[in-house]
């Protein structure tokens, strides 16, 4: 052991008091924000659910749910998931905690700029959560905004005021997103201690650095549609309004000739890397975790690096298989179709790696191993639909069907969410300096898979069968198509009720997490024989030489995951080389 | 650039190892850290003795040029954004009731004032790379280290301010065009062309107003800041900054003008 370090406290722990440029400091304010958006948005969510499998219920103090009502909902429930908790926790929250430990840097490169980033984010959280409360209500355009609609302010209660604060959240969101990421990129590049090589970055590192490099193309160009679609509304142009159009029973003519599908194009381009800006950071993660604890190196490591990569340069390439049945030319359709199908040769690979890596292997179960392998099922149940949606013939039927709903929230949502309690269960010990409790865990851990399975794999059912998506009511419909709705109501039922289990199934974490953190600070600095860089214990300083900036410089000497052969000791990355190792 | 891509093995060959290494543990004065972290210390600029971030200033300049970087990155995607709704609009069409294949594009004829602009912003890109080099003119530099004046300053601060002033005019020149057009009865939402014309010409302005911005901050900081690398990297930065966004506009007002 290297005379200088001490295994008392680890690197985060001594920090000096936090600034409010300090990363960690930020990453708990980003956090925190992800928490308001999760609870607002589950909580949206099970009143959609509710409305759906009973139309006649009335809310408590509020009365019927309106058709509006539930678009409203959708909407929320959409942009607070997805933006909010999907793209922040992961990768600027977590990212602040811990890129700058697993480089073995003291800080980020642009401190000043994280905390504008924050604030740009908080003034977008603020502005959509006050979105519902303008006359009108909040906007109703599902998470995409299509227009011509969403450029029409007389096209529905929501499209005025609710409309105009959503698209001003999302461009706080762009600007601040646009600002984090180049903090991001800046601080992987330049920052790294000694030692820390390309290659021997972590993969939740390169996870969290693609997720960057693709957040700048895909926000920047989001920013500009918007741009064009706020000046459609309010300085009578027509970048996405055809010269004519019939909007609830008014003739509008616009003076130029422009198309809703431009928009489409446009935001598609942003839309899909958003989602998978949403999903690398736990990608990087469940790789790196499930090799932790089944004591083997992740599969192909390096090959690993440029899978990463490819994923995130395939995934600008993808956009129109949103677009199928929107009008694309069916040559575009063609090359759309090969580069999604493409897509799935990397995502395969990573699968094929996790599996490698802990085939065979005596994996310690303990909760966060139970998570990474949760989130390999539900991305290999989620990424099977993916090939099937991508045949243009096949999404014609199943386009705005719940069965994308169902695709979408396996591969991104619950993959997602399952990469956040990862995340947690994980680096509590670090971040807390307390173990949450195992046994609770578990229950956690059981009851949400099967809380996830139960409410997601039934929608495949439901869209196959027809139900459309952002669809308020399945009821009182006239005709053949009113039948099949109220046939799947007893399935509706089912959803909501799992639903309902998937929501109270997150009761033993919240409990788990008072208990932990009411308790005392028992947990070793590193509990799970870890080998990266954040759970390196933090070298003695003697007082006098505190504020030199030589002192103490951590080092790296091997890449993120030596184990020995039986898995019973381990070489972490900050150890000098004293015997010989296998050469990486 | 040093190695930051290290070699395979490093020794843990960091000066402070010394002293320590060298305490036996039988007690004596503990190891007292002379170094005052300026450059005249061994390994004051060294980028492998130093912890990330504390390297000095030529990490500091190069964090700050990536930093750039993709922030140019993002605002080039903006544009391409823009420009690429533009190609796509000129060129579409709609099939009218009696199937004929309409394209409704009328192009916009550009005010000549905007060749006048180009010069302007030419020689404004001039002068501002005039003031970069002066903070980056050795012997200036050494003088302005030994405390002889600050050589290199004064005569950055001169450029940047005749920047600034083209860089006005600049502004004002695209003003004068919007008005020119509107003159002719060219607004903003008169039609397609006209939608993309002022889009694209005023999210550039509005870029370039940020430019005067970054050149004023500039300015400011040359008058106040003691630390020679932090004048530098606004120096620096700024003006790459207003470069890209010259060469932005050249790309714009060739496109606008003859891709009509
Ligand atoms: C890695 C993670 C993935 C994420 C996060 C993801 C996410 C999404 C989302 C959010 C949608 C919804 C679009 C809508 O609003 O209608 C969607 C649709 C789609 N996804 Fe995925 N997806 C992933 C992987 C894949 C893969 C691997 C494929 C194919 C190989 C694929 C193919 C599709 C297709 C074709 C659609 C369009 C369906 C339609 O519009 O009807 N996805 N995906
Ligand atoms: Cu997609």
Redesign the pocket.
Known sequence: MNPRLTTENSKLRTEPAPRFTHHRTLGLAYLALSTIALLAGTALSLLMRLHLAWPAWSLPLHGLILPEEYLGLVTLHGTLM?FFVLTIAPQWGFGNLLVPAQIGASSMAFPRWNRAALILFATALSTLLASPFVPGGSAIS???AYPPLSAITIAGPGQAGGMDLWLAAIAFFALASLVAAVNMLATIITMRCPGMAWHRLPLTVWGWFTAALLSIPAFSVLLAALLMLFSDRHLHTSFFLPATEVVNGLVLHSPGDGSPLLWLHLFWFF??PE??I??LPGIGLTSMVLANFARRRVFAYRIMIAVTLL?GLLGILVWG??M??AGLSPFAGSTFAIS??A??LP?SAEVLSWLATVWGSKPRLTTPMLFALGFVSL?VA??LT??I??QPIL?QY???TMF?VA??HL??AM?GVFGLYLATYYWFPLLAGRMLNDGLGRVHFYATLLGAYATFLPMHLAGLAGEPRHYAQLTGVAGPAGTLLKNLLPLQRHITYAAIFLAAAQLPFVWNLVRTLSGPRTASANPWAATTMEWAPAPVTPPEAAASSHFAVPCVYVGPCEYSPDGNSFHPQWEPLTKVLPKE | MPATLTPPQLEPRRVIDTPRDADNGAGGRPPVDKRTGGNGDDGGDDFERAAAGRRGPRERLATARIGLAFSLFGILLIFVGLVSAFLVTKSSYHVDAYDRVINSWLPTALPTILWLNTAVLFISSVTAELARRAMFHEQSIMDEWFGLGKPTSKRATVWLAVTLVFGMLFLVGQWVAWLQLQMQRVYYASNSSGHFFYLITAAHALHLFIGTALLIGALAVLRSSKQFATRQIWVDTTVWYWHAMGVLWVALFVLLDFFQ
């Open positions: 997805l599902g998470w995409t839309g899909h989602v998978y949403a999903v994923i298989h949103h199928f049945v999604t199908m897509i799935a995502a991305f989620g990424g993916g090939p949606l991508a999404d199943l386009h705005n994308v695709h979408f591969i991104m993959a």
